[in-house]
């Protein structure tokens, strides 16, 4: 089944920073703006055709199809959050918002994606954890320190030496009163699963 839409709309459509996807009943995409290429890594013609379920990372596909029964009941939603897959196996944190479209029995979805608030609220929520303010180089080191960045590779990146790297390091550990870096991604995953 292929949808025609109009080339304004759809020339009106690709130059917004969110995807505008058009989904019909069986879950296939008929219709992604340009803006997918940025978000997710794949061009419109690679989603085009493809079920929308099959890019959802698979621990939020339960509450998508969920979510997309509400949108088909005639539902309109604003907010809803899930996680897709960028073509490179990444997670992308998307926020919904979207309507049913009855007349053409298609679900009019914008995607907006949310991965760089998602990672700072991840921060903030962490910094609150620590029993003393830190410092702002220890917020840019504690950062780093949350990827698989080396000391090394952290004092490279932010033009440090490496033993005040160190300092700075062991400081994060201290104030968060854990032993290494093991605890501390301990200490983060723990309190995210909180919420």
Not at 62 to 77: H, L, P, Y
Not at 150 to 171: C, F, M, N, P
Request: charge should be positive; hydrophobic fraction near 45%; charged fraction near 25%.
């Amino acid at each position: 089944m292929s949808i025609e839409i109009g080339k304004d709309i759809t020339a009106f459509a690709d130059q917004l920073l969110d995807a505008v996807f058009l989904v019909d009943t069986g879950g296939r995409i008929q219709y992604v703006s340009a803006a997918c290429e940025g978000i997710f890594g794949y061009t419109p013609k690679d989603m085009a055709g493809e079920f929308i379920i099959d890019l959802v990372m698979p621990a939020d596909r339960d509450r998508t199809i969920i979510e997309a029964k509400q949108v088909m009941s005639g539902k309109k939603r604003i907010g809803f959050e899930n996680r897709y897959r960028h073509k490179d196996g990444s997670a992308v944190h998307i926020m919904w918002s979207a309507g049913w479209l009855q007349s053409e029995r298609l679900r009019v979805g914008v995607a907006r994606d949310v991965t760089a608030l998602k990672k700072e609220s991840i921060l903030d929520l962490g910094l609150a954890l620590s029993s003393v303010p830190l410092a702002p180089h220890e917020q840019k080191v504690l950062r780093l320190l949350l990827t698989d960045a080396s000391e090394k590779q952290i004092a490279q990146r932010l033009g440090l030496a490496v033993s005040t790297t160190h300092s700075y390091v062991t400081g994060i550990f201290r104030k968060f009163g854990v032993r290494g870096r093991a605890g501390l991604m301990s200490l983060w995953l723990e309190n995210l699963t909180r919420d």
